[in-house]
T-cell receptor, first 110, second 113 residues
Framework: QQPVQSPQAVILREGEDAVINCSSSKALYSVHWYRQKHGEAPVFLMILLKGGEQKGHEKISASFKKKKQQSSLYLTASQLSYSGTYFCGTENNYGQNFVFGPGTRLSVLP | KAGVTQTPRYLIKTRGQQVTLSCSPISGHRSVSWYQQTPGQGLQFLFEYFSETQRNKGNFPGRFSGRQFSNSRSEMNVSTLELGDSALYLC????????????FGSGTRLTVV
């Protein structure tokens, strides 16, 4: 079942923070986050596991909450290079039923 | 280390024809997934292969099929092409293990006329 992402789109000024949410109707084994720039392939940002582990970048972090059915991606002090569409991908068990959300379009303006 | 390689990059086919797309995963990656991406539909999962076996399948008609070879390379076939099959087809590979995400290829842009 496809996860729900919110907001659908967000516009920021450089230096502002952003939060993107991803929610599922079932408890998740893992949540992946990807960023896709226009005309390019999606790029893996980080993964959250049900055990609470996360691997990410310096100014990008994520959390699991609400019985492992919801994840939020936090972008701190946004840079122009953060612009793109962010997808969460979820799986209920390792290697099973991995599905992407519809995406959140993020635009960072100077 | 080479990334995920998809060939060809662009294809133009006529309605009713069939097409085969190829994907070579990163060395050591045994899981290969295929996605269809269109502007209004996002990333739609087609199927996933692991060690030559189809492990998961999305909700696409039987015209879409795939296979994986012993060297983990994968092919996707679409028969009896329809105009609505025009899309970017992305392949992604993943190494075995919990902590790793998918690495995507640059995709094959298929246009059906």
């Amino acid at each position: 079942q496809q996860p729900v992402q919110s907001p659908q789109a967000v516009i920021l000024r450089e230096g502002e923070d952003a939060v993107i949410n991803c929610s599922s109707s079932k408890a998740l084994y893992s949540v992946h986050w990807y960023r896709q720039k226009h005309g390019e392939a999606p790029v893996f940002l980080m993964i959250l596991l049900k055990g609470g582990e996360q691997k990410g970048h310096e100014k990008i972090s994520a959390s699991f909450k609400k019985k492992k059915q919801q994840s939020s991606l936090y972008l701190t002090a946004s840079q122009l290079s953060y612009s793109g569409t962010y997808f969460c991908g979820t799986e209920n068990n390792y290697g099973q039923n991995f599905v992407f959300g519809p995406g959140t379009r993020l635009s960072v303006l100077p | 280390k080479a990334g995920v390689t998809q060939t060809p990059r662009y294809l133009i086919k006529t309605r009713g024809q069939q097409v085969t797309l190829s994907c070579s995963p990163i060395s050591g990656h045994r899981s290969v997934s295929w996605y269809q991406q269109t502007p209004g539909q996002g990333l739609q999962f087609l199927f996933e292969y692991f060690s030559e076996t189809q492990r998961n399948k999305g909700n696409f008609p039987g015209r879409f099929s795939g296979r994986q070879f012993s060297n983990s390379r994968s092919e996707m076939n679409v028969s009896t092409l329809e105009l609505g099959d025009s899309a970017l087809y992305l392949c992604a590979s993943r190494i075995q293990g919990d902590n790793y995400g998918y690495t995507f290829g640059s995709g094959t842009r298929l246009t059906v006329v």
